[in-house]
């Protein structure tokens, strides 16, 4: 049984990371997100000592919705994933294909190694539509609303009822 309560004292945290394609670089006639500078961006730094729940995701894009949805060539996706291991949060990259606003993506992660991060791979192209032409570049921009959980008689409790997985993350 997993435990979703989040109990008082656990640390309440927003983190953005914001991902640019440039026109015509590396694809011509597209902005193409997949590039080394939207690849392997840190979310956070994850303690030995803490599970992090991930409550909820935001997306937007520097251009109207509308146009976004009218661009996309290739459905751009989301890979979250621990740094040391690789091992994907999701189990597959979250496709972004609206706008999403405070969309309920539970997820437990904890590491059990020091200096393990939280990352994120971006990924997609777009088109370049009528009502994108003269724009150098659009910005996408992914939000997470992560609790860190610290309290030990909860944290025992979690690692006790989840200790069959014999893993480090944990879908609801």
Not at 132 to 142: E, K, N
């Amino acid at each position: 049984m997993i435990i979703k309560t989040i109990p008082k004292g656990s640390n309440y945290l927003q983190f953005v990371n914001r991902f640019v394609a440039t026109f015509n670089v590396p694809t011509l006639g597209k902005y193409n997100f997949a590039t080394a500078a939207n690849t392997g961006q840190v979310i956070l730094d994850l303690s030995e000592y803490s599970v992090y729940l991930i409550q909820n995701i935001n997306f937007s894009a520097t251009v109207p919705e509308g146009d976004f949805l009218t661009a996309i060539n290739t459905v751009p996706t989301a890979t979250i994933k621990r740094q040391v291991d690789g091992q994907v949060i999701y189990q597959k990259p979250l496709p972004l294909v609206s706008y999403l606003k405070s969309n309920e993506a539970i997820a437990y992660v904890w590491s059990k190694r020091k200096g393990d991060r939280l990352i994120v791979d971006f990924a997609g192209l777009l088109n370049q539509p009528a009502p994108l032409v003269g724009l150098a570049s659009v910005t996408a921009q992914l939000q997470l609303d992560i609790y860190q959980i610290t309290d030990e008689n909860w944290l025992q409790a979690f690692r006790t009822n989840t200790r069959p997985l014999q893993q480090d993350s944990v879908f609801i």
